[in-house]
């Protein structure tokens, strides 16, 4: 009976250890498979890829937003808690350079302030509106880098208080 048990236990540790090593190679097999599937390249971990991205407040409005402007430029926009678009942050269109720029709007959406790049330069322009009429606009010409200073009245007309614009 001895005998007979311990023939029986010295062949259940050989299958017991063939069948283990077959399954070991087999889930390591499987494992490595798996990494591969889920492999990420190394210069895409930790990115995240969208079309835009909103951030929202605790009543689920979206308060800021990154994505592509209208004109094909990116930009991040934020608003108020009305829905109205208050400030941008982006570049212009490629038709326009690429230009950075900075758009502070008033309560209905119309810029009140922008400060941008401008001209083959991309010397810095400061303009001032009051209901999304330009009233002073400082800068640097484009063609001489001279400073100028336009100021414009309430129906439009122009005045150089110095430079050319």
């Known amino acids: 009976m001895i005998k007979n048990t311990f023939l029986a236990a010295v062949l259940a ?3 017991g250890g063939i069948a283990g090593a077959y399954l070991a190679m087999h889930l390591a097999r499987g494992a490595t498979a798996a990494q ?7 210069q895409s971990r ?10 929202r407040d605790t009543d689920g409005s979206v308060r800021a937003e990154l994505a592509m402007s209208v ?8 608003f108020d808690t009305a829905g109205k678009n208050r400030l941008v942050v982006g570049l212009y269109s490629p038709a326009e350079g690429e230009a950075p720029s900075v758009v502070l709007n008033d309560p209905k959406q119309r810029a009140a302030g922008i400060f941008r790049l401008f001209g083959s330069r991309d010397t810095p322009v400061l303009v001032l509106k009051n209901q999304g009429r330009d009233r002073s606009v400082y800068g640097l010409n484009p063609n001489s880098t001279d400073p100028f200073l336009a100021n414009y009245t309430t129906d439009g007309t122009k005045s150089d208080v110095f430079g050319l614009y």
């Open 36 to 42: 591969s599937v889920l492999a990420v390249p190394a």
């Open 71 to 78: 004109d094909g430029g990116p930009a991040l926009f934020f």
């Open 46 to 55: 930790g990115v995240v890829s969208a079309s835009r991205v909103e951030l």
């Open 13 to 15: 540790g050989l299958i």
